[in-house]
């Protein structure tokens, strides 16, 4: 762990969100190029799996920033997010899609053989297929400080930005780049799925990145 990732994971989704794109996760024998996420905050979004307060099943997005928060979508896949902002708020990204760098083999075991290298992890669910996640037991560890089965570690060159920059001006720099994109989450329905919400942050052009599909009920 180092301070620029916990300075930025000390941010709310929201903000902290882009500054992980380009950010590796590691463990269980695959290396994850991170290119596309979906930041959700807690109370303030009805998007959130935190919006009506903490459950059993959701507690662990409202622990300390860097907690992996895992959940099962649609009864099949294993979703994986990183918390971020204060402990308590309910704040985290979703990790929708990434390259995976190293360890293709055991990705491509896990998804099948005949996934192409750019679909292996794209998607959430496959991303947390390719990963190796395990609902209940991957859920609530920690991605910063080695305890858990995964690693975190920013992009260098938006480690160096963070060192002598606060992580909102970062994330600003890194928007108006032109490398990063965003707009309305894929299948939130709702306004929490509209433009409102423009909280579906990837880097423009990458073939990792997932398709968007709005979902038949989101309001702009």
């Not at 024998?29 to 807690?42: K, P």
């Not at 570690?153 to 970062?170: C, H, K, M, Y």
């Amino acid at each position: 762990m180092t301070e620029a990732l916990l300075a930025l994971l000390r941010e709310p989704a929201p903000v902290s969100a882009p500054g992980l794109l380009g950010a590796t996760l590691t463990g269980k024998g695959v290396t994850l190029r991170i290119t596309e996420v979906e930041a959700y905050a807690g109370s303030v979004d009805p998007g959130s799996h935190g919006h009506r307060g903490m459950t059993e099943r959701n507690r662990h997005l409202f622990g300390a920033p860097g907690t992996l928060y895992a959940y099962r979508s649609y009864g099949i896949h294993t979703c994986v997010n990183v918390v971020s902002g204060p402990v308590g708020r309910s704040s985290g990204s979703l990790l929708r899609g990434a390259e995976v760098v190293s360890g293709t083999d055991t990705a491509r075991t896990r998804r099948g053989p005949a996934v192409a290298d750019v679909a292996l992890a794209r998607g959430p669910g496959n991303l947390g297929v390719a990963l190796g996640a395990v609902l209940g037991t991957d859920d609530g560890t920690s991605v910063l400080d080695g305890s858990g089965p995964y690693t975190l570690t920013l992009a260098p060159g938006v480690e160096a930005r963070l060192a002598t920059a606060a992580p909102a001006d970062v994330v600003d720099a890194l928007l108006a780049s032109g490398r990063i994109a965003r707009g309305p989450r894929t299948g939130v329905g709702g306004v929490a799925g509209g433009a409102a919400f423009p909280w579906r942050f990837w880097l423009a052009g990458d073939p990792t990145v997932s398709t968007y599909r709005r979902h038949k009920n989101a309001v702009d």
